[in-house]
Protein backbone atom coordinates (compact mmCIF):
# COMPACT_ATOMS: atom_id res chain seq x y z
CA UNK A 1 0.00 0.00 0.00
CA UNK A 2 1.06 3.62 -0.43
CA UNK A 3 1.08 5.87 2.89
CA UNK A 4 -1.98 7.77 1.54
CA UNK A 5 -3.78 4.66 1.03
CA UNK A 6 -2.64 3.05 4.48
CA UNK A 7 -3.67 6.32 6.06
CA UNK A 8 -6.92 6.46 4.86
CA UNK A 9 -7.69 2.76 5.87
CA UNK A 10 -6.77 3.01 8.95
CA UNK A 11 -8.50 6.28 9.28
CA UNK A 12 -11.64 4.52 8.26
CA UNK A 13 -11.39 1.53 10.61
CA UNK A 14 -9.83 -0.79 8.53
CA UNK A 15 -6.52 -2.89 8.73
CA UNK A 16 -3.75 -1.88 6.31
CA UNK A 17 -0.73 -3.86 4.89
CA UNK A 18 1.12 -2.22 8.58
CA UNK A 19 0.17 0.82 11.06
CA UNK A 20 0.41 3.14 9.23
CA UNK A 21 2.82 5.57 11.32
CA UNK A 22 2.31 9.61 11.77
CA UNK A 23 4.64 11.12 14.45
CA UNK A 24 3.29 15.24 14.91
CA UNK A 25 6.03 16.64 13.82
CA UNK A 26 4.05 19.33 13.27
CA UNK A 27 6.15 22.79 12.76
CA UNK A 28 9.13 22.97 14.63
CA UNK A 29 10.93 20.20 13.67
CA UNK A 30 10.18 21.05 9.20
CA UNK A 31 11.13 24.41 10.24
CA UNK A 32 14.53 23.32 11.59
CA UNK A 33 15.03 21.00 8.89
CA UNK A 34 14.86 23.71 6.29
CA UNK A 35 17.82 25.36 8.03
CA UNK A 36 15.81 28.82 7.98
CA UNK A 37 15.51 31.18 10.80
CA UNK A 38 11.53 30.30 11.57
CA UNK A 39 11.01 33.21 10.95
CA UNK A 40 11.44 32.60 7.40
CA UNK A 41 8.26 29.80 7.61
CA UNK A 42 5.92 31.70 9.84
CA UNK A 43 6.07 35.32 8.97
CA UNK A 44 7.29 34.92 5.05
CA UNK A 45 5.94 31.88 4.48
CA UNK A 46 9.12 30.77 2.77
CA UNK A 47 8.24 28.03 3.00
CA UNK A 48 4.52 27.61 4.07
CA UNK A 49 4.02 25.58 6.97
CA UNK A 50 2.81 22.90 5.47
CA UNK A 51 5.11 22.49 2.99
CA UNK A 52 8.19 22.24 5.21
CA UNK A 53 5.93 19.59 7.09
CA UNK A 54 5.67 17.29 3.22
CA UNK A 55 9.40 17.74 3.22
CA UNK A 56 9.90 16.52 6.61
CA UNK A 57 7.79 13.52 6.24
CA UNK A 58 9.19 12.61 2.60
CA UNK A 59 12.81 13.03 4.35
CA UNK A 60 12.00 10.70 7.32
CA UNK A 61 9.70 8.24 5.44
CA UNK A 62 6.49 8.41 7.50
CA UNK A 63 3.07 8.50 6.39
CA UNK A 64 2.12 12.47 6.03
CA UNK A 65 -0.46 13.37 8.08
CA UNK A 66 -1.25 17.35 6.89
CA UNK A 67 -3.99 18.35 9.00
CA UNK A 68 -5.12 21.50 8.24
CA UNK A 69 -3.61 23.25 4.95
CA UNK A 70 -5.29 26.79 3.83
CA UNK A 71 -8.15 26.74 2.01
CA UNK A 72 -10.33 29.54 1.38
CA UNK A 73 -13.91 29.32 -0.13
CA UNK A 74 -15.63 31.86 -3.07
CA UNK A 75 -17.69 33.03 -0.44
CA UNK A 76 -15.17 33.58 2.42
CA UNK A 77 -12.79 35.50 0.58
CA UNK A 78 -15.74 37.87 -0.89
CA UNK A 79 -16.44 38.64 2.68
CA UNK A 80 -13.29 39.04 3.62
CA UNK A 81 -12.58 41.71 0.68
CA UNK A 82 -15.88 43.31 1.42
CA UNK A 83 -13.87 44.13 5.24
CA UNK A 84 -11.02 45.70 6.34
CA UNK A 85 -7.66 44.45 4.84
CA UNK A 86 -5.88 43.99 7.54
CA UNK A 87 -1.69 44.23 6.66
CA UNK A 88 1.12 42.92 8.96
CA UNK A 89 4.13 44.96 9.81
CA UNK A 90 7.22 44.67 11.73
CA UNK A 91 7.36 47.29 14.49
CA UNK A 92 10.69 46.00 16.05
CA UNK A 93 13.93 44.13 15.44
CA UNK A 94 16.75 42.23 17.36
CA UNK A 95 19.10 39.72 16.29
CA UNK A 96 16.46 36.84 18.09
CA UNK A 97 13.13 38.12 17.25
CA UNK A 98 10.53 40.38 14.94
CA UNK A 99 7.66 41.96 16.57
CA UNK A 100 4.70 42.60 15.01
CA UNK A 101 1.70 44.37 14.45
CA UNK A 102 -1.24 44.69 12.08
CA UNK A 103 -3.05 47.89 11.08
CA UNK A 104 -6.12 48.29 8.82
CA UNK A 105 -7.85 51.55 7.01
CA UNK A 106 -11.60 51.86 8.80
CA UNK A 107 -13.33 55.08 7.72
CA UNK A 108 -9.87 56.52 6.32
CA UNK A 109 -7.73 56.29 9.32
CA UNK A 110 -5.50 53.74 10.28
CA UNK A 111 -6.15 51.49 13.48
CA UNK A 112 -3.41 49.31 15.02
CA UNK A 113 -4.04 46.29 16.82
CA UNK A 114 -3.58 46.66 20.10
CA UNK A 115 -0.76 43.63 20.59
CA UNK A 116 1.32 42.18 18.53
CA UNK A 117 3.02 38.82 17.29
CA UNK A 118 6.46 37.86 18.17
CA UNK A 119 8.82 35.88 15.64
CA UNK A 120 11.71 33.78 16.98
CA UNK A 121 14.66 32.30 15.08
CA UNK A 122 14.40 29.03 16.64
CA UNK A 123 11.30 29.05 18.19
CA UNK A 124 7.35 29.01 16.80
CA UNK A 125 6.06 32.50 17.32
CA UNK A 126 3.95 33.70 20.02
CA UNK A 127 0.53 35.52 19.30
CA UNK A 128 -1.42 38.35 21.04
CA UNK A 129 1.38 39.48 23.43
CA UNK A 130 -0.09 42.76 25.38
CA UNK A 131 2.95 45.29 24.02
CA UNK A 132 3.76 46.14 27.34
CA UNK A 133 4.28 43.06 28.07
CA UNK A 134 7.40 43.04 25.65
CA UNK A 135 8.20 46.77 25.98
CA UNK A 136 6.23 48.73 22.45
CA UNK A 137 4.98 51.66 23.14
CA UNK A 138 1.05 51.35 23.22
CA UNK A 139 0.41 53.96 20.97
CA UNK A 140 0.50 53.66 17.31
CA UNK A 141 4.27 53.20 15.44
CA UNK A 142 5.76 55.98 13.95
CA UNK A 143 7.85 53.90 11.72
CA UNK A 144 7.38 50.04 10.29
CA UNK A 145 7.75 47.99 7.43
CA UNK A 146 5.17 46.28 6.09
CA UNK A 147 5.74 42.34 5.55
CA UNK A 148 5.75 40.93 2.09
CA UNK A 149 4.69 37.26 2.51
CA UNK A 150 6.88 35.63 -0.50
CA UNK A 151 4.62 32.63 -1.22
CA UNK A 152 1.06 33.42 -1.89
CA UNK A 153 -1.72 31.40 -2.18
CA UNK A 154 -5.85 32.02 -2.47
CA UNK A 155 -8.43 29.96 -2.74
CA UNK A 156 -8.05 26.35 -3.54
CA UNK A 157 -4.44 27.06 -4.70
CA UNK A 158 -2.70 26.05 -1.55
CA UNK A 159 -5.01 23.00 -1.06
CA UNK A 160 -4.05 21.74 -4.49
CA UNK A 161 -0.48 22.40 -3.80
CA UNK A 162 -0.32 20.86 -1.00
CA UNK A 163 -2.12 17.33 -2.60
CA UNK A 164 0.42 17.94 -6.05
CA UNK A 165 3.56 17.63 -3.44
CA UNK A 166 2.90 14.70 -1.18
CA UNK A 167 1.30 13.11 -3.99
CA UNK A 168 0.94 9.52 -2.87
CA UNK A 169 3.40 9.80 0.46
CA UNK A 170 -0.01 10.48 2.80
CA UNK A 171 -3.22 12.15 3.56
CA UNK A 172 -3.85 15.96 3.20
CA UNK A 173 -7.14 17.23 5.79
CA UNK A 174 -9.28 20.81 5.71
CA UNK A 175 -10.59 22.85 8.51
CA UNK A 176 -13.47 23.26 9.61
CA UNK A 177 -13.61 24.38 13.41
CA UNK A 178 -15.60 24.25 15.71
CA UNK A 179 -17.73 26.68 18.43
CA UNK A 180 -15.86 26.70 21.74
CA UNK A 181 -14.61 29.12 25.15
CA UNK A 182 -10.85 29.83 24.20
CA UNK A 183 -8.36 29.08 26.28
CA UNK A 184 -7.95 32.15 27.59
CA UNK A 185 -9.08 33.84 31.06
CA UNK A 186 -11.02 36.45 29.07
CA UNK A 187 -12.96 33.33 27.51
CA UNK A 188 -13.77 31.93 31.36
CA UNK A 189 -15.37 35.29 32.06
CA UNK A 190 -17.18 36.24 29.33
CA UNK A 191 -18.98 32.63 30.80
CA UNK A 192 -19.12 33.73 33.67
CA UNK A 193 -21.00 36.79 32.91
CA UNK A 194 -22.34 36.64 29.94
CA UNK A 195 -23.01 33.29 29.21
CA UNK A 196 -26.44 33.86 26.91
CA UNK A 197 -23.92 36.21 25.09
CA UNK A 198 -21.22 33.48 24.74
CA UNK A 199 -24.09 30.82 23.85
CA UNK A 200 -25.48 33.23 20.79
CA UNK A 201 -21.52 33.74 19.22
CA UNK A 202 -20.97 30.70 19.26
CA UNK A 203 -24.78 29.51 17.64
CA UNK A 204 -23.48 31.77 14.59
CA UNK A 205 -20.25 30.34 14.25
CA UNK A 206 -21.54 27.00 14.13
CA UNK A 207 -23.90 28.28 11.18
CA UNK A 208 -20.70 29.19 9.34
CA UNK A 209 -18.64 26.08 9.98
CA UNK A 210 -21.71 23.98 8.94
CA UNK A 211 -21.71 26.29 5.68
CA UNK A 212 -17.99 25.50 5.16
CA UNK A 213 -18.16 21.78 5.67
CA UNK A 214 -20.62 21.83 3.41
CA UNK A 215 -18.70 23.11 0.51
CA UNK A 216 -15.35 21.61 1.76
CA UNK A 217 -16.93 18.07 1.56
CA UNK A 218 -18.04 18.62 -2.05
CA UNK A 219 -13.91 18.74 -2.99
CA UNK A 220 -13.68 15.36 -1.84
CA UNK A 221 -10.34 16.42 1.09
CA UNK A 222 -8.56 12.69 2.27
CA UNK A 223 -10.10 14.03 5.71
CA UNK A 224 -11.79 17.05 7.75
CA UNK A 225 -10.51 18.01 10.67
CA UNK A 226 -12.37 19.58 13.45
CA UNK A 227 -12.25 20.21 17.08
CA UNK A 228 -9.43 22.28 18.61
CA UNK A 229 -6.42 21.99 20.65
CA UNK A 230 -6.94 21.91 23.86
CA UNK A 231 -10.74 21.94 23.70
CA UNK A 232 -11.84 19.88 26.72
CA UNK A 233 -9.57 22.17 29.30
CA UNK A 234 -11.45 25.03 28.59
CA UNK A 235 -14.67 23.06 27.60
CA UNK A 236 -15.46 20.83 30.59
CA UNK A 237 -18.52 18.28 29.68
CA UNK A 238 -21.35 20.20 30.36
CA UNK A 239 -20.41 23.67 28.71
CA UNK A 240 -18.85 20.66 25.62
CA UNK A 241 -22.38 19.66 25.17
CA UNK A 242 -23.69 23.03 24.98
CA UNK A 243 -21.32 25.19 22.90
CA UNK A 244 -19.18 22.09 21.05
CA UNK A 245 -20.95 19.34 20.29
CA UNK A 246 -24.08 20.02 18.11
CA UNK A 247 -21.45 21.55 15.69
CA UNK A 248 -19.72 18.40 15.80
CA UNK A 249 -22.41 16.23 15.22
CA UNK A 250 -23.69 17.67 12.29
CA UNK A 251 -19.99 18.41 10.71
CA UNK A 252 -19.40 14.35 11.33
CA UNK A 253 -22.96 13.54 9.77
CA UNK A 254 -22.22 15.73 6.97
CA UNK A 255 -18.75 14.01 6.37
CA UNK A 256 -20.51 10.91 6.33
CA UNK A 257 -23.05 11.14 4.14
CA UNK A 258 -20.45 12.73 1.63
CA UNK A 259 -17.96 9.27 2.38
CA UNK A 260 -15.04 12.07 3.56
CA UNK A 261 -13.39 10.88 6.95
CA UNK A 262 -13.89 13.00 9.65
CA UNK A 263 -11.38 13.66 12.40
CA UNK A 264 -10.48 15.47 15.78
CA UNK A 265 -7.50 16.41 17.15
CA UNK A 266 -7.95 17.33 20.69
CA UNK A 267 -4.75 17.65 22.66
CA UNK A 268 -4.47 17.51 26.65
CA UNK A 269 -7.37 16.10 28.54
CA UNK A 270 -9.20 13.82 26.08
CA UNK A 271 -10.76 10.40 27.49
CA UNK A 272 -14.55 12.02 27.76
CA UNK A 273 -14.47 13.55 24.37
CA UNK A 274 -13.62 10.05 23.02
CA UNK A 275 -16.24 8.65 24.35
CA UNK A 276 -18.90 11.38 23.94
CA UNK A 277 -17.51 11.20 19.86
CA UNK A 278 -17.97 7.31 19.67
CA UNK A 279 -21.25 6.65 21.07
CA UNK A 280 -22.67 10.09 20.26
CA UNK A 281 -21.09 11.48 16.53
CA UNK A 282 -20.03 10.19 13.27
CA UNK A 283 -15.94 10.73 13.92
CA UNK A 284 -13.99 8.69 11.89
CA UNK A 285 -10.52 9.33 13.73
CA UNK A 286 -9.41 10.96 17.05
CA UNK A 287 -5.76 11.70 18.24
CA UNK A 288 -3.36 12.38 20.09
CA UNK A 289 -4.61 10.67 23.37
CA UNK A 290 -2.06 11.92 25.38
CA UNK A 291 -1.28 10.31 28.23
CA UNK A 292 -0.76 12.06 31.79
CA UNK A 293 -0.14 14.56 32.83
CA UNK A 294 -1.02 16.15 29.79
CA UNK A 295 -3.60 13.98 28.89
CA UNK A 296 -6.13 11.26 30.45
CA UNK A 297 -5.78 8.97 27.66
CA UNK A 298 -5.36 5.09 28.57
CA UNK A 299 -4.58 3.64 25.00
CA UNK A 300 -5.76 0.14 25.77
CA UNK A 301 -8.56 0.99 27.68
CA UNK A 302 -9.89 3.01 24.89
CA UNK A 303 -9.43 0.56 22.39
CA UNK A 304 -11.05 -2.17 24.33
CA UNK A 305 -14.11 0.42 24.84
CA UNK A 306 -14.60 2.24 21.42
CA UNK A 307 -11.86 0.60 18.85
CA UNK A 308 -14.97 -0.96 17.23
CA UNK A 309 -15.96 2.80 16.46
CA UNK A 310 -13.47 5.19 16.03
CA UNK A 311 -9.96 4.98 14.50
CA UNK A 312 -7.27 5.86 17.35
CA UNK A 313 -4.09 7.51 16.53
CA UNK A 314 -1.21 8.48 19.09
CA UNK A 315 -0.13 8.28 22.01
CA UNK A 316 3.83 8.66 22.73
CA UNK A 317 4.91 11.21 25.33
CA UNK A 318 6.84 13.50 23.09
CA UNK A 319 9.02 14.88 26.36
CA UNK A 320 9.60 11.65 28.18
CA UNK A 321 10.34 9.41 25.02
CA UNK A 322 10.63 11.08 22.07
CA UNK A 323 12.79 13.78 23.04
CA UNK A 324 14.73 12.44 26.44
CA UNK A 325 13.59 8.81 25.57
CA UNK A 326 16.75 6.89 24.33
CA UNK A 327 16.63 4.73 20.95
CA UNK A 328 15.07 1.59 22.77
CA UNK A 329 12.90 3.62 25.33
CA UNK A 330 10.99 4.51 22.02
CA UNK A 331 11.30 0.96 20.78
CA UNK A 332 9.77 -0.21 23.59
CA UNK A 333 6.77 2.74 23.76
CA UNK A 334 6.16 1.83 20.07
CA UNK A 335 5.93 -1.56 20.35
CA UNK A 336 3.87 -1.19 23.49
CA UNK A 337 1.15 1.24 22.09
CA UNK A 338 0.87 -1.25 18.84
CA UNK A 339 -0.07 -4.31 21.12
CA UNK A 340 -2.58 -2.57 23.01
CA UNK A 341 -4.51 -0.77 19.85
CA UNK A 342 -3.47 -2.30 16.48
CA UNK A 343 -4.88 -5.35 16.27
CA UNK A 344 -8.06 -5.52 13.64
CA UNK A 345 -7.12 -2.25 12.29
CA UNK A 346 -8.16 1.27 13.24
CA UNK A 347 -4.93 2.35 14.61
CA UNK A 348 -2.21 4.85 13.26
CA UNK A 349 0.94 5.01 15.58
CA UNK A 350 1.99 8.84 16.41
CA UNK A 351 2.97 10.75 19.15
CA UNK A 352 1.12 13.09 22.27
CA UNK A 353 0.71 16.96 20.59
CA UNK A 354 3.95 17.90 18.58
CA UNK A 355 7.30 16.52 18.83
CA UNK A 356 9.69 19.00 20.36
CA UNK A 357 12.21 20.91 17.92
CA UNK A 358 15.06 18.95 19.05
CA UNK A 359 13.88 15.32 18.89
CA UNK A 360 16.25 13.49 17.93
CA UNK A 361 16.49 12.13 13.99
CA UNK A 362 17.31 8.56 15.31
CA UNK A 363 14.00 8.70 17.84
CA UNK A 364 11.97 9.62 14.99
CA UNK A 365 13.48 6.41 12.73
CA UNK A 366 13.26 4.26 15.68
CA UNK A 367 9.68 4.81 15.66
CA UNK A 368 9.01 4.63 11.87
CA UNK A 369 10.98 1.49 11.61
CA UNK A 370 9.12 -0.37 14.89
CA UNK A 371 6.00 0.33 12.56
CA UNK A 372 7.42 -1.09 9.87
CA UNK A 373 8.64 -4.34 10.93
CA UNK A 374 6.66 -5.11 14.30
CA UNK A 375 3.24 -2.87 12.86
CA UNK A 376 3.23 -5.34 9.90
CA UNK A 377 -0.39 -7.51 9.77
Not at 279 to 284: A, G, P, Q
Request: charged share 25%; aromatic share 8%.
Amino acid sequence: MTSRERMLVAMTGGQADMVPVAPDTSNMIPCRLTGKPFWEIYLYQDPPWWEAYIRCAQHFGFDGWVYAVPLELDYEMEAAAAGPQWTEAIVQRTPERIYTRRWAMVEGKRQWSRDCTVYYIADSPTWGVPLKKVGLPEGDPVTWEDVEPRARYRGREAYDRARELIGDDGVVGVAVATPMLGLSAEEAYAWADDRQGVIKRCEALSEQYLRRCREVVKLKPDFVLTGGSGMMISNPEPIFRQLCLPTIQEVTRICKEAGVPSQIHCCGPEADLVRICAEETELSSINPLEIPPMGDCDLALLKREYGHKLSLMGNLHTTDVMLKGSVQTVIDAAKQAIDDAAAGGGFILSTGDQCGRDTPDENLRALIDTARTYGKY
